[in-house]
Nanobody
Framework: QVQLVESGGGLVQPGGSLRLSCAASGFTFSMYTMYWYRQAPGKERELVANINSAGTTIYADSVKGRFTISRDNAKNTVSLQMNSLKPEDTAVYYC???????WGQGTQVTVSS
């Protein structure tokens, strides 16, 4: 059974940091590019970052220099370190393996004072 389980969301003040994690199971995690997406209320889901099996990363312009995606193939996890958070980063964040159309349930990130 395939599972992607996100954790680490919460409420943080502007300028603060959060680290999201996604634990994967049920497929050969190391073979696939993994993605973080987010969806804010009333907006379409957007790509935040991705990391391929070799560790090459791509970021949305809106998060470059603030967010870092990483993966641990031994632990089947992908993480998103989010620094210098802004109110516009508020969204539900989803972990995904797009190639297989696997999605997690999402974790809420709220940036507010």
């Amino acid at each position: 059974q395939v599972q992607l389980v996100e954790s680490g969301g919460g409420l943080v003040q502007p300028g603060g940091s959060l680290r999201l994690s996604c634990a994967a199971s049920g497929f050969t995690f190391s073979m696939y590019t993994m993605y973080w997406y987010r969806q804010a209320p009333g907006k379409e889901r957007e790509l935040v970052a991705n990391i391929n099996s070799a560790g090459t990363t791509i970021y949305a312009d809106s998060v470059k220099g603030r967010f870092t995606i990483s993966r641990d193939n031994a632990k089947n996890t992908v993480s998103l370190q989010m620094n210098s958070l802004k109110p516009e980063d508020t969204a539900v964040y989803y972990c995904s393996c797009l190639r297989k159309n696997y999605w997690g349930q999402g974790t809420q990130v709220t940036v507010s004072s």
